[in-house]
């Protein structure tokens, strides 16, 4: 089985500051897929970023990247020029490829508070 | 498109009362999951299901079942609920497993139990 850990229950940042939440994960899999999340007030989990294992370059999306360390198990989320619509709970989450009884594995999840 | 959507969306039941969590997509997917997601915590997988007639226990499968008789819906039940059952439960849905089908999750349904 897989684990996945995010050491920072909360952070707080200025408008308009780079933030980098951290997330560390421990599998005995060679391939699989990283994840982050967001989950707003609302509830809804909205999918903010992907990795596959085997691609060593960092997934980028707009302001949202990401710096994978498959030998340390590491997968932190970066993100620059934050705002106010970025306070959320933030979600790593770990999937393996191929078949079995699993979907997504996650964290205890990051509180990103927004400061204006 | 509605996507994924539950019902109810909130729901408070007596210890030992039973109800069923209803899930239903409309994008055709045949990977369906149930999570549960309780306070301070990530989400935990209860059951998924791989297309009609097939499912199968995630990490957290006792106290519930599931059914999946159509590739649109998968309802989740509870048999004799209990003060642990309270959370909030998220259904979600993927065309397959692969890194670029996206979860997509429905908007939760927060149960109570007292």
């Known amino acids: 089985a897989q684990t996945v850990t995010q050491s920072q229950p909360e952070m707080s940042v200025q408008e308009a500051e780079t933030v980098t939440l951290s997330c560390t994960y421990d599998?005995?899999?060679?391939?699989?897929?990283l994840f982050w999340y967001k989950q707003p007030p609302s509830r809804q989990m909205i999918l903010v970023i992907r990795?596959?294992?085997?691609?060593?370059q960092n997934a980028t999306e707009n302001r949202f990247s990401v710096n994978f360390q498959k030998a340390a198990k590491s997968f932190s989320l970066k993100i620059s020029d934050s705002q106010l619509g970025d306070t959320a709970m933030y979600f790593c989450?770990?999937?393996?490829?191929?078949?079995?009884?699993?979907?997504?594995?996650f964290g205890k999840g990051t509180h990103l508070i927004i400061q204006p | 498109n509605a996507g994924v959507t539950q019902t109810p969306k909130f729901r408070i039941l007596k210890i030992g009362q039973s109800m069923t969590l209803q899930c239903t997509q409309d994008?055709?997917?045949?990977?369906m999951y149930w999570y549960r997601q309780d306070p301070g915590m990530g989400l935990k997988l209860i059951y998924y299901?791989?297309?009609?007639?097939?499912?199968d226990k995630g990490e957290v499968p006792n106290g519930y079942n599931v059914s999946r008789s159509t590739t649109e819906d998968f309802p989740l039940r509870l048999e004799l609920a209990a003060p642990s059952q309270t959370s909030v439960y998220f259904c979600?849905?993927?065309?397959?497993?692969?890194?670029?089908?996206?979860?997509?999750f429905g908007p939760g349904t927060r149960l109570t139990v007292l």
């Open positions: 299901s791989v297309g009609a007639g097939i499912t």
């Open positions: 994008m055709n997917h045949n990977y």
């Open positions: 599998t005995s899999e060679s391939n699989y897929y």
């Open positions: 989450a770990f999937m393996k490829v191929g078949g079995g009884a699993d979907g997504l594995t």
């Open positions: 990795q596959e294992a085997y691609k060593q």
């Open positions: 979600a849905s993927s065309p397959s497993r692969g890194l670029t089908d996206t979860q997509y």
